[in-house]
RNA sequence: GCCGGUGUAGCUCAGCUGGCAGAGCAACUGUCUUGUAAACAGUAGGUCGUCGGUUCGAAUCCGACCACCGGCUCCA
């Protein structure tokens, strides 16, 4: 029950066993990195003590906390008396060029404990670093596999608590291969209740060359911001006095939508699946019953009264599927059932984390329910996986990555059942030949689940389907079957997603595409380019009729502009065609055809363009 | 929610230490009727996020709030 389809994911937080994620690992900031799996952790964790010398010779008085090498870089955490500002990162650059000019060598040295306290006697948080390492927890205060051996290293005048491997001196650090990044707040150890630090985030290359390679790459991701082109393409908004975290769809965006929806709604129908519909709002009795109000409601919004009882605005809608289960006595001839449903769910999400279509308050998913017997579990759950992969590579995502997630510490139901579904649910996934993780324990209290993540153009990660076993719900609202031989049954129930939410799918497909969606997907899929409004406009409505009577979406330029402009807004509007006509197409009864590569197709009878979109269509390509 | 930053025309952004609010694009009007990514000229457009304060005077300084951006935390 818990699709944490409006959710963001994706980035291990950090080298924790239970991959923490949550989304933006895109411009992966916080991957965790290994000195064995990593060619750059030398250079980077290097880079990150060179800054803290930096840091300090400008704060004497600042207190350090942690400094590793990260996905792309490095950052390290400051105890400073003042905020840091963008003159200050420049500053700290300047000094940082300082130390690695003086080819200072990178000193290892064992310290134990007592000398490793003296040594750090006025830093706070390295004395707590090596109380945990002492009590043989690593730098994050987890257990470590690492045994208790306290070093250091140091160079010039910096000497950092850290078990390395560095580089051999600082002048290994190309000066003009690491940029400053950002600041930013960060809790000391992640604990919101700790002091929050001031983190510099850093790059570090091994040229200049590669690290404008990669600033390119931060400039190609920001370029296909779904914010950024959601604005620029007429998608969505959010509006200020709707309300943050909740989406408007511009006539673009929703005609996107609703081809997706249509697509989906079609093929779960020959997939077995029936569509049902259910109201937002359902009275406090039915989350009492479900839990929800019990272990969700942190994430549900404040009650609203209806003649004296409480309702509820739903924050997922696995208990009116329920329901309807439940408005018959069911036979096992009848299972399995398939309910799906658009079901649009409403989440309190705190202000700081919503962002664009990815994390948002109210959400549609594209949700469904299935109620089986136990001989049918392995059939409904591989079809689930192949239905789901069906349907996201008909968008043009083809890079998968299974996860696993296995029964935790608290759960509820029958062990038996737990290891069956499990063992399911990895049987799927090895069918489907998809590389995939097991997160042991990872799993919700109710059942274990596969979550599908899906890798966009750019290589970074999303989370979109998943798949769940609840082995709760059944219970809570004691659904039945009867069976062959008459007695009743508990059903076994699948949550499953597949696009997530259309929000943040949408969010996801924009940003995949960058905004140059396929034909078979583009709000507008020509536009009509008369080469003058006057000779040529009636020519244009003509053909612009006969195009949208063959069930095409175009729009026609009739602005005075001249050509060129047309093309141009047509181009940076993302239009796969432009249908150029003048006075030889016009006597031909034909358009002269200019893909969105810029590649010019020449003149064609409309018929003959009509037959190459339709067949482009069908290809969704 | 927490730390830091930002908020000026529909969009992108200028506006130095307080002194009559600006540009480009878009829009509108006119001229041009055009051959594969921006014709030319003109017109109009603003409660400078909101509320309060300091000041003779606030876009500018201060405070609170709202929203957004980058992170952190959270996302059973």
Not at 90 to 101: D, Q, V
Not at 153 to 168: I, Q, S, V
Not at 550 to 555: G, H, K, P, T
């Amino acid at each position: 029950m818990t699709f944490t389809a409006g959710e963001a994911t994706g980035r291990k937080n950090r080298a924790s066993p239970q991959s923490r994620i949550c989304n933006r690992t895109c411009e992966g900031m916080i991957m965790p990195v290994r000195p064995d799996s990593d060619p750059y952790y030398r250079l980077r964790h290097s880079a990150a003590h060179v800054m803290a010398q930096a840091v300090l010779e400008l704060f004497p008085e600042g207190k350090i906390a942690i400094g590793p090498p990260i996905e792309d870089g490095f950052y390290y955490d400051f105890d400073l008396p003042r905020a840091l500002t963008p003159d200050d990162l420049i500053e700290i650059e300047t000094r940082m060029r300082r130390i690695i000019a003086g080819a200072h060598p990178f000193v290892y040295r064992v310290v134990d404990p007592g000398e490793a306290r003296a040594l750090f006697r006025d830093q706070p948080y390295k004395l707590e670093l090596i109380d945990g390492l002492a009590r043989g927890q690593d730098e994050y205060g987890e257990r470590s596999e690492a045994g208790t051996v306290i070093s250091t290293y140091k160079h010039d005048t910096f000497e950092d608590l850290c078990r390395g491997p560095h580089l051999a001196s600082t002048d290994q650090i190309p000066p003009d291969g690491f940029k400053l990044m950002s600041v930013a707040g960060a809790y000391w150890r992640g604990d919101s209740n700790r002091p929050m630090l001031q983190r510099i985030y850093g790059t570090a290359w091994n040229s200049k060359e590669e690290l404008e390679q990669y600033l390119w790459r931060l400039e190609e991701a920001r370029r296909r911001d779904h914010r950024v082109l959601g604005k620029e393409l007429d998608l969505f908004s959010v509006s200020e006095d709707v309300g943050p975290g909740l989406i408007l769809w511009h006539p673009k965006g929703a005609m996107i939508r609703v081809i997706a929806e249509d697509f989906s709604r079609q093929a779960h129908l020959e997939n077995g699946y029936e569509w049902v519909f259910s109201p937002h709002i359902g009275r406090a009795h039915l989350w009492e019953t479900s839990g929800h109000l019990h272990f969700y409601k942190e994430n549900m919004y404040a009650a609203m009264d209806i003649e004296g009882e409480e309702y509820y605005a739903k924050p997922m809608n696995c208990p009116f599927h329920i329901q309807i289960y439940k408005s018959h006595l069911r036979s096992y001839r009848d299972l399995p059932k398939r309910y799906a449903e658009y079901g649009t769910v409403y989440r309190y999400e705190r202000s700081g984390v919503l962002h664009g279509l990815t994390r948002v308050r109210g959400f549609t998913q594209d949700d469904a329910h299935i109620f089986c017997r136990a001989d049918q579990v392995e059939e409904e759950i591989s079809r689930a996986l192949d239905f789901s992969l069906y349907v996201l590579r008909s968008f043009g995502l083809s890079d998968f990555t299974a996860y696993l997630s296995t029964r935790p510490e608290k759960y509820v139901g029958d062990p038996a059942d737990w290891d069956m579904a499990t063992e399911a649910l990895r049987r799927a996934i090895e069918a489907h030949a998809l590389p995939y993780e097991v997160d042991e324990g990872g799993g919700a209290f109710y059942g274990p689940k596969i979550d599908l993540k899906v890798n966009d153009a750019l290589g970074r990660e999303w989370q979109l389907s998943t798949i769940q076993f609840d082995f709760n719900l059944p219970e809570r609202f004691g659904l039945e079957y009867i069976a062959e031989d008459s007695q009743p049954r508990r059903p076994y129930m699948v949550h499953r997603a597949l696009l997530g939410s259309m929000e943040r799918f949408f969010g996801v497909l924009i940003e995949h595409y960058a905004g140059a969606f396929p034909l078979w997907l583009a709000p507008v899929q020509a536009v009509i380019v008369p080469i003058s409004d006057e000779k040529h406009g009636a020519y244009a409505a003509e053909v612009a009729r006969q195009l949208k009577e063959a069930q095409l979406r175009i729009e026609v330029d009739l602005s005075k502009d001249r050509m060129q402009a047309k093309i141009r807004r047509a181009q940076l509007q993302k239009v796969p065609y432009m249908l150029i006509i003048g006075d030889r197409e016009q006597a031909a009864g034909a358009v002269a055809v200019r893909a969105r590569s810029g590649e010019d197709l020449g003149a064609m009878p409309l018929a003959a363009f009509i037959a190459r979109a339709r067949a482009e269509i069908e290809a969704k390509a």
